[in-house]
């Protein structure tokens, strides 16, 4: 891939993300439930976050699952 098609192609993407996470978060900013517990959210996103970590402490954690 040519030197300029890359560059464009993340141009694009970057455009398109901030774009579409900004609209995302004002169209969920103003449903009422999420606007009246907005703490509530913030904490599931940031468990949900974790989850990933989690999983893979809990696979390194397993007898002989990693050759050791």
């Known amino acids: ?3 300029s098609r890359y560059i464009f192609y993340c141009i694009a ?3 398109l993300w901030v774009v579409g ?3 995302l978060g004002y169209a969920f900013g103003n449903i009422p439930l999420i ?3 907005f703490e509530i959210v913030i904490v ?3 468990l949900l976050s974790l989850v990933p970590v989690l999983l893979q ?3 390194r954690k397993k ?3 990693d050759g050791k």
Request: charged share 25%; glycine share 10%; proline share 5%.
């Open 1 to 3: 891939m040519k030197y």
């Open 63 to 65: 007898p002989g699952e």
């Open 21 to 23: 996470v900004s609209l």
């Open 57 to 59: 402490f809990v696979k």
């Open 13 to 15: 993407g970057a455009i």
């Open 35 to 37: 606007k009246d517990n």
């Open 44 to 46: 599931a996103i940031i």
